[in-house]
């Protein structure tokens, strides 16, 4: 049978039709690894904005701050793809039976195979009178991060941050680096608790405010309001107090773009698309679909890591990764599919402070100290979970995360053994202090199944050039 189902797949690389709803990080490098692995049948990609592919971690970093204009933030292309590219019109439907994708002016394009790489949005102010106040911002697009940059160099008398996640505490961060007045509203107890937990939220509210930062936290904002001219002028808290601010940032967490799937029998939902871990989506019903694919943020699969929770990882390598694996698995038989068993990790720069993670630290319950100064704003902590180390964070001591990753990928005991260099006074494990899910700092982005990890290794594919 070698000969027959060698045919079989030489076959289907030469003359299939493959569709990729999605032409961000994902979409790309996905589109690149189909072509590498030798198809050369008919590509499709389809993005709901206008341009062409681009890197957002720029955004609110380097791209508000003035120094990159957003529109030079266009991904490299690794190699040619030769693929048609449906830029501006957004996917609204996916007949499974027929195997079409409807698109939002009428087309529909037929595949053998798709690949869902749709991301997520930014989640905009409730109210959509307030939201479309002059000065209200969202910042998850190359153009939200345009408008913003023009915002913040027009020199407001102050900003307004509505939430303390990753992008709310970038945003504060550049706002004081262009020496800009700039308020923080956090529901939560303190900064990064839902991806951190309060013990490292504590450190990064410290941060906040010796940097001149009116951080407000426990209290949210319950109106934005406006002049004659629908310019924003002042904020309503929650707590009674008013503050008066002419751009308002609301970074309020991600959306995970699934609407579009609704009536196609898949598995997606609030927390995204089902999908193996070799990418294939699940149906409605938990079976493995054949032509049906996913990669990104909006993939969420189980991980033998974490008792084989599903895991939503919204990182770059994350897409990058991903989007490699399944692509192979989209033009290659069952035995030679891939996993996709990345160890999560992100990065973060903030008030002259490189945060980095290994791991998945809301996972965790406990939390040791294992190298450095918290005093110091330069330290490394593990997190820990019925024993073992499942998640390392690090602020200005990025160098060592390989170190923790290695013993998160052995299941490695928890307190971990000390490295031998550059040890705190204390290694004593603390509560990690992370919210209840529910609690609007906590959106979770894992769904127990009830696996035990200790039923199998994990298998870690290196990365492939």
């Avoid at 913003?148 to 945003?171: C, N």
């Avoid at 013990?199 to 319950?222: F, K, M, N, P, T």
């Avoid at 170190?403 to 603390?430: C, T």
Wanted: glycine content about 10%; proline content about 8%.
């Amino acid at each position: 049978m070698a000969a027959p189902i060698a045919e079989l797949v030489r076959d289907y690389k030469a003359n299939a039709r493959i569709v990729i709803v999605g032409a961000s990080l994902a979409g790309l490098r996905a589109a690149e690894t189909l072509r590498a692995e030798g198809f050369t049948g008919r590509l499709t990609i389809i993005g709901d904005e206008p341009h062409e592919p681009y890197d957002r971690p720029p955004l609110s970093k380097q791209v508000l701050k003035g120094w990159v204009p957003a529109d030079h933030t266009a991904l490299p292309r690794l190699r040619h793809v030769d693929a048609d590219w449906r830029l501006g019109v957004a996917a609204t439907a996916l007949d499974r039976t027929t195997k079409h994708v409807h698109l939002a002016n009428g087309d529909q394009v037929p595949y053998d195979r798709v690949l869902i790489a749709t991301g997520t949005r930014a989640r905009q102010w409730p109210n959509p009178t307030e939201a479309a106040l002059e000065g209200v911002f969202a910042l998850r697009t190359r153009d939200d991060a345009a408008q913003l940059q023009q915002a913040l160099a027009a020199r407001p008398s102050r900003v307004l941050v509505i939430g303390a996640g990753f992008i709310g505490s970038e945003v504060a961060s550049v706002c004081r680096e262009l020496d800009l007045p700039v308020t923080v509203a956090e529901r939560g107890p303190a900064p990064l608790v839902g991806p951190l937990g309060g013990v490292i939220g504590e450190i990064a509210a410290e941060l906040q405010r010796d940097h001149g930062v009116d951080l407000r936290c426990g209290v949210g904002v319950s109106s934005l309001e406006g002049d004659a001219s629908g310019h924003v002028r002042r904020a309503q808290l929650s707590d009674g107090a008013t503050v008066e601010a002419d751009v308002v940032l609301a970074a309020l967490g991600s959306i995970r773009n699934v609407e579009w799937l609704e009536g196609s029998g898949l598995a997606a939902g609030t927390w995204g698309v089902g999908c193996d871990a070799g990418g294939r989506a699940f149906d409605i019903n938990g079976v493995v679909t054949d032509s049906v694919f996913v990669a990104g943020d909006v993939a969420r699969a189980p991980h033998v890591l974490y008792e084989y929770e599903f895991l939503a990882m919204e990182h770059w390598d994350n897409a990058v990764l991903g989007a490699e694996v399944t692509a192979h698995n989209m033009v290659n038989l069952e035995p030679h599919y891939y996993p996709h068993l990345l160890l999560p990790g992100f990065w973060s720069g903030q008030f002259g402070v490189n945060i980095k993670s290994v791991g998945v630290p809301p996972f965790g319950d406990e939390i040791a100290f294992v190298q450095g100064s918290v005093k110091e704003r330069r330290f490394a902590a593990a997190y820990g979970h019925r024993g073992r180390i499942v998640a390392a964070v690090a602020f200005n001591q990025g160098k060592w995360l390989p170190h923790y990753a290695g013993l998160i990928e052995r299941s490695a005991p928890f307190p971990p053994p000390p490295p031998g260099w550059d040890q705190p006074d204390d290694l004593k494990p603390i509560p990690a202090e992370f919210p209840e899910h529910g609690v609007p700092t906590a959106i979770p982005d894992v769904v127990l199944t009830g696996h035990d990890p200790s039923e199998r290794r994990a298998e870690f594919r290196p990365r492939r050039r």
